[in-house]
């Protein structure tokens, strides 16, 4: 089948809201230090005093207007704004993601089904939502002002049917933005937009499109498929939809797991203390390494016993303190095979599980160890 023939389908039942932070680390950073907010404020290490070195993490708006943005070196931007105007700010993370949990309990105040993109961006599909409102325009008010008031931070918001559009509206109107894209004006918003504001277009595909004579979305309407997909590749699919307002990519989220566990039935069955006991420590190791994968730590351990006859013993207790270590989590199980698992003649299947699981907060950071700060 030719790619011509595949069939488009368009689903426009999803309300989406993306929730983008105004110069999130910025913001912070003038909401506690009020005497940033009349300077060109830029976090990253100052180029003045480290040599020269130093990355932009985000600027706000005043630095901004002097064409500085994310990812440029603060060398550069320490060029570009006036000397008198110039603050930059060593990033402090510990705080940002400490405004982060806030924002993600006020998300949670209206759904469960939140895609965080980064620190300060969520997707949330509010189609279905705890307060029980079907305006989403008055939903995005309300997320608004429930960020406002508890952080005094603003924000952008974007709503639409699908998560592409829901991000085209939420960068339309920074700063303190609320934009709407319903179905039926999906097409005209698309093909008056440059094609450099289209989410996904990127460096290397900029410079492949203009040289196309493709310079807005009316101009990507008009080039088939076969043409783009020659050209991108995946990505020229992506670029078809996209031009005509589908995204059907649902908002991809993760209930919290209740418990983290391990089981293993033997075809050789555990006829001793001695091999019950050495099982036990192999399967502690492998809960231990999946609640290190999990960033989680539980309280309350429980063990699992089937006999040759398919008789099985579930026993639990739960502990005074939090575990994740594995020498800890095997003791615990073995204290429970002590009390109530030696009677069993043959063992065909054990099992280790914790539950009541408590999630630690961590963030990702690419460590440069290439980049020109660290070249000797």
Request: glycine letters at 4%; charged letters at 20%; one cysteine or more.
């Amino acid at each position: 089948m030719s790619l011509l023939e595949i069939p488009l389908v368009n689903d426009v039942h999803r309300k989406i809201i993306h929730v983008d932070m105004d110069a999130f680390y910025a913001s912070i950073e003038e909401r506690d230090h009020p005497q940033y907010r009349h300077k060109a404020l830029m976090i990253s290490r100052d180029p003045r005093t480290s040599g020269g070195h130093g990355v932009i993490a985000t600027a706000n708006y005043l630095a901004r207007r002097y064409g500085v943005h994310s990812a440029m070196s603060a060398a550069e931007a320490n060029r570009l704004v006036p000397a008198t105007l110039a603050v930059f700010k060593k990033p402090d993370f510990v705080k940002y993601r400490q405004v982060s949990r806030q924002l993600h309990m006020i998300f949670h105040e209206v759904t469960e089904k939140i895609e965080p993109v980064a620190l300060d961006e969520a997707y949330l599909d509010v189609t279905t939502n705890k307060l029980q409102q079907s305006d989403t325009i008055a939903l995005a008010c309300w997320l608004q002002q429930r960020i406002y008031q508890t952080t005094h931070l603003v924000c952008s918001v974007g709503i639409s049917y699908n998560k592409f559009l829901a991000k085209m509206a939420s960068d339309y109107r920074k700063p303190r933005g609320r934009t709407i894209i319903l179905p039926a004006q999906a097409q005209a918003f698309l093909q008056q937009m440059p094609i450099n504001k289209f989410h996904g277009v990127g460096k290397k595909t900029l410079p492949k499109l203009l040289a196309m004579g493709i310079t807005n979305g009316k101009d990507l309407l008009t080039v088939s498929l076969d043409t783009l997909t020659a050209h991108f590749g995946k990505a020229g699919y992506l670029l078809y939809q996209h031009a005509r307002g589908i995204d059907n990519r649902p908002v991809v989220y993760q209930r919290l797991r209740k418990s983290i566990g391990r089981e293993h039935t033997y075809d050789q069955r555990l006829q001793s203390e001695t091999a019950v006991v050495n099982q036990l420590h192999i399967l502690a190791q492998r809960v231990h390494a999946d609640l290190v994968k999990q960033h989680a730590q539980g309280q309350t351990i429980v063990l699992k016993i089937r006999d040759d006859d398919f008789n099985t013993v579930t026993r639990r207790q739960k502990l005074t303190h939090l575990i994740d270590r594995s020498d800890d989590i095997f003791q615990a199980a073995l204290q429970l095979w002590h009390a109530y698992g030696q009677s069993q003649p043959c063992i065909r299947l054990l099992g280790i599980t914790l539950t009541d699981l408590s999630f630690h907060d961590y963030e990702n950071i690419t460590l440069p160890l290439f980049n020109e700060d660290n070249k000797r």
